[in-house]
């Protein structure tokens, strides 16, 4: 558990969930399901998902988000191969102020290449 912990906790702080994807498409597998709003956004592929995250992060940014940090991270294992990762973000501008507040849960899945994202659900 300590394991998945940490890793979990490098792919979600290192890369951020709304960078990762972008930078590293590897991160997630495919095809990758998004649900945010209670609407589910299925992405074919690896160009979908970068698009998909591009565009949040594009969006955030217009509303003052410079920096995300987790504030909290609660890891349920699903076995030997799966987990749930519910993360409380606070999204920061520049100068450090709290612009928004959210909870998202993450489905990942581990293969020999380690842990990768299957989904994301918003909770807002």
């Known amino acids: 558990m300590c394991r998945l912990a940490e890793n979990a906790r490098q792919m979600l702080v290192v890369d951020a969930w ?4 972008i930078r590293r498409p590897q991160l997630c597998l495919y095809p990758f399901l998004a649900i945010r709003g209670g609407i589910p956004i299925h992405l074919p592929d690896r ?22 940090s987790p504030v909290a991270i609660d ?22 102020t709290v612009v928004r507040d959210a909870e998202t849960t993450y489905h990942l899945l581990t293969d020999p290449d380690g842990w990768r994202f299957l989904s994301y659900t918003n909770h807002f």
């Open 18 to 21: 709304l960078v990762g994807p």
């Open 47 to 68: 160009d979908a998902v970068r698009e998909h995250f591009a565009t949040i992060m594009d969006t955030y940014r217009g509303g003052g988000a410079a920096i995300w």
């Open 75 to 96: 890891i349920r294992r699903l076995g030997e191969h799966a987990a749930f990762a519910t993360v409380r973000w606070n999204a920061l501008d520049t100068e450090g």
